[in-house]
Nanobody, 126 residues
Framework: QVQLVESGGGLVQPGGSLRLSCAAS????????IGWFRQALGKERDGVPC????????YYADSVKDRFTSSRDNAKNTVYLQMNSLKPEDTAVYYC???????????????????WGQGTQVTVSS
């Protein structure tokens, strides 16, 4: 059973940075990809970036490209999401999720992910 725990959310001013962490246990070969999703109040949960734990392949949605970077530390079973130049529209609950899907060309839909963390709130406001 894969368990995921996010941390690192908080309140930040526009233009600021945050780093989210997704600590995992119970990984199997069927949970290669970690996807980051976010859900703003009243909106759908959308995939933002994803990363393959095996080879580091990444994908970024246009809305976060060049601002967000996902990385992994397999020794610590942790995936990170570095978020820079944050905007008010980045405000959302951020979730990490694990899937057997291979991260390439898209984060995939939330239905493709089998395991989810509890989410961490990111608020960008002055």
């Amino acid at each position: 059973q894969v368990q995921l725990v996010e941390s690192g959310g908080g309140l930040v001013q526009p233009g600021g940075s945050l780093r989210l962490s997704c600590a995992a246990s119970g990984f199997t070969s069927e949970s290669d990809t970690i996807g980051w999703f976010r859900q703003a109040l009243g909106k759908e949960r959308d995939g933002v970036p994803c990363i393959s734990r095996s080879d580091g392949s990444t994908y970024y949605a246009d809305s976060v490209k060049d601002r967000f970077t996902s990385s992994r530390d397999n020794a610590k079973n942790t995936v990170y999401l570095q978020m820079n130049s944050l905007k008010p529209e980045d405000t959302a609950v951020y979730y990490c999720a694990a899937s057997a899907y291979y991260c390439s060309g898209g984060t995939g839909t939330k239905q493709m992910y089998d395991y989810w963390g509890q989410g961490t709130q990111v608020t960008v406001s002055s």
